[in-house]
């Protein structure tokens, strides 16, 4: 019998490639509110805190908390209509998803990614794949919490034991060591392999078909 027979993804930096989409939306409500835009490598530090965090680190030093509610409005607005324009899935997943659901195992998304984009990307791209997604919400407190990975395997009906939880940043292994899971750290993602070291990251793989092996307990 196979070790894990879960496994929940983060979504940005692990299954789809969403910089580019979400460097264009950030600097759109950024240059609306009359702000200096930021490049693609600051974006991407930036990330994995939810969409709030987001803008309240690309915003300048000493702006206040209506212009952030606005930038943050905007940014929502705009990633909502525009976060298929260049995003894709990285190189293996579709092949990755494609032998986990053939080997019958329950798959999640959970994400700091504001609900409806998270559901709507999930949707998109691996419709017939993923059971469940979890999103950032007034509901549920936002990874490094529990809260979201903890629902997810209620929802599958499964226990922590059986479920391995990966993701790409310092962010994703922390919540995992909080809720008590296996976590697998992806180097293809927005931090690199030192950051998931440091965190203490059970697995880190430099391949999605890696996971494989690891599920199988070898």
């Not at 790409?168 to 296996?182: L, M």
């Amino acid at each position: 019998m196979r070790k894990y027979d879960t496994v929940i993804f983060d979504m940005d930096g692990t299954l789809l490639n969403t910089l580019d989409d979400l460097t264009d939306s950030v600097n759109y409500s950024l240059s609306c509110s009359g702000f200096p835009e930021r490049r693609k490598k600051e974006i991407r530090r930036f990330l994995g805190n939810g969409a709030s965090n987001l803008i309240k680190l690309s915003m300048p030093e000493g702006a206040g908390r209506a212009e952030h509610e606005k930038c943050l409005a905007d940014f929502r607005s705009h990633y909502s209509m525009n976060m298929k324009n260049a995003t894709c899935p990285y190189e293996g997943i579709a092949e990755l998803l494609e032998q986990l659901r053939k080997d019958g195992l329950n798959l999640a998304i959970v994400s700091n990614k504001f609900d409806k984009a998270a559901k709507g990307l999930s949707k998109h791209y691996f419709e017939g794949y993923i059971d469940v997604t979890v999103g950032e919400s007034e509901k549920n407190l936002k990874k490094p919490a529990p809260d979201t990975i903890l629902n997810a395997i209620e929802e599958l009906r499964t226990t922590n034991e059986r479920t391995l939880y990966v993701g790409d940043s310092e962010v994703d292994v922390r919540a995992v060591k909080n809720a008590g899971v296996a976590c697998v750290g992806v180097t293809w993602g927005f931090r690199d392999r030192e950051v998931l070291e440091k965190e203490g990251a059970d697995f880190i793989i430099d391949n999605p078909m890696e996971l494989l092996k690891i599920i199988e307990g070898q």
